[in-house]
Structures are given as structure tokens and as C-alpha cells.
């Protein structure tokens, strides 16, 4: 004869077990739910990188709301609450790759031990992002501004501060030189033009090792505006010959 159960009945085999394995589920604290604030960051970044991708590859004309909309997965009235209008998003992605170009700046300047080593940094900073797809988004965005003024009324001041910020470093960086700080504007303007320019030949100019090599001579010769003449600047020379 089998002993009976406290309830004069037999549990099933393994009713134990799975009774264990419920509390165990139930005991299981559910993930936090995400803010109102992180669940709108999350979606401007995915905005953001959807646009960049639509003027990546179809241009400032190709990257309409609709288009972007598409790309993002969503509606477009949830990308409109986010970003009103396309100028107003155009300068949200400028603004995006600004931090990200200042960041990537910053930590260049800071690796280098002296103030050549830093511009060094800092050129081959510039050099590498001007290859980059994000590099020709940015492109699309500021040239489209000649014809657009709402743009151009939401971007200029956000290239504005940045062309100033990274002004100031390279100034506090050449300051041992003795470069005046207009010479200094000038050789800043002169690099963008030279990157942006390197950035059109990336996007159409299927010899690689081409722009690579301009890319070279162009650094060493902005080394030697900056410090002097220099032997690497006169080897590049003689590579291009």
C-alpha cells in the first residue's frame, strides 16, 4: 500500500518541477520600460541615419521626406514630430555629423605628444573622414544651400560654430609658430576646401590609390605651410613625379 498525500491524492510526475519553474518565470523581473525622452532619442537616430543613407545614395534632390520615410521604416507624420521640416532635418544630420567629426578631432589632438604630432592627428583625422560615406552626405547638405535659404538659415550657424571650434584648437596647437590667426583662417579654409574636394574625387574617381596619393602629398605639404619645409614634404613631392 502507497502512502496517501497530505490532499489524499497523487501530484503528476514533474508537477513539482514545472510549479518550481513558474515561480522561477514569475520571479523574473520584467526590463525596465524606456523614458519618453530615450524612446524619442532612439527614434531621431534612426531618423538620422536614415537620411544619411537616402543622400548617400541618391543625393540632396533623391533624399525627400518620402524617401527618408521609407527608408526609416515609419510614418511620416513621426518623422515630422521629430523634425518639422526637411531643412530643419538637413541641419539635425549636420549637426550629428559635426559632434561626431569634433569627438574624432578632439581624441586625434589629444594622442599627440607634441603640437606636430597633434596636427598630424588632426590631418589624417580630416583625410580619413573625407573618404567617408557620411562625408559626401554633409557634401550634398552644403551645397544644396546655395539655392535653398531656409536651409542655409538652419545649417550655417551649426558649420559656423564648428569651423570655429576646430579654428580655435589648430590656433592653440600652432600658437608656438608664430602663425597669426587670419594666416591660420586661411590655411583652414584652404584644408576644407582641399578635403571636400578629395570627398567629390572619392565619390567619382574610381583610381583609389590616385586620391590616396594626392591625399599623401597634399598632407605633407600642409606640414610644411604649418612648420617649415621638411624632408617628407620634398620625398612626396618626388613620389608624384
Request: net charge negative.
Amino acid at each position: 500500500m502507497h502512502a496517501a498525500s497530505s490532499s489524499g491524492r497523487r501530484h503528476p510526475e514533474g508537477a513539482t518541477d514545472m510549479a518550481q519553474g513558474n515561480a522561477s518565470v514569475a520571479d523574473i523581473a520584467p526590463p525596465p520600460r524606456r523614458s519618453q525622452a530615450e524612446r524619442s532619442a532612439a527614434t531621431r537616430a534612426k531618423i538620422l541615419t536614415a537620411a544619411r543613407d537616402v543622400l548617400q545614395s541618391q543625393g540632396y534632390s533623391g533624399a525627400t521626406m518620402s524617401a527618408i520615410r521609407d527608408a526609416a521604416g515609419m510614418s511620416l507624420g513621426a518623422i515630422q514630430y521629430q523634425y518639422s521640416s526637411k531643412a530643419k532635418l538637413m541641419a539635425a544630420v549636420v549637426e550629428d555629423l559635426s559632434a561626431r567629426r569634433a569627438e574624432i578631432y578632439a581624441d586625434a589632438i589629444q594622442r599627440g605628444a607634441t603640437p606636430r604630432a597633434s596636427m598630424e592627428n588632426l590631418i589624417d583625422a580630416n583625410l580619413a573622414l573625407a573618404s567617408q560615406p557620411e562625408a559626401a552626405a554633409a557634401l550634398e547638405i552644403h551645397l544644396a544651400r546655395r539655392n535653398d535659404p531656409e536651409l542655409d538659415e538652419e545649417v550655417a550657424p551649426i558649420a559656423l560654430q564648428h569651423d570655429r571650434q576646430i579654428l580655435s584648437w589648430s590656433q592653440e596647437l600652432l600658437h608656438s609658430t608664430g602663425i597669426d590667426a587670419t594666416s591660420m583662417e586661411s590655411l583652414q579654409l584652404l584644408s576644407n576646401a582641399v578635403t571636400r574636394g578629395l570627398t567629390v574625387e572619392y565619390i567619382r574617381n574610381r583610381d583609389q590609390p590616385a586620391i590616396d596619393r594626392a591625399a599623401t602629398l597634399w598632407r605633407a605639404q600642409m606640414l610644411a605651410l604649418l612648420f617649415g619645409t621638411s624632408e617628407e614634404a620634398d620625398e612626396s613631392c618626388h613620389d608624384v613625379h
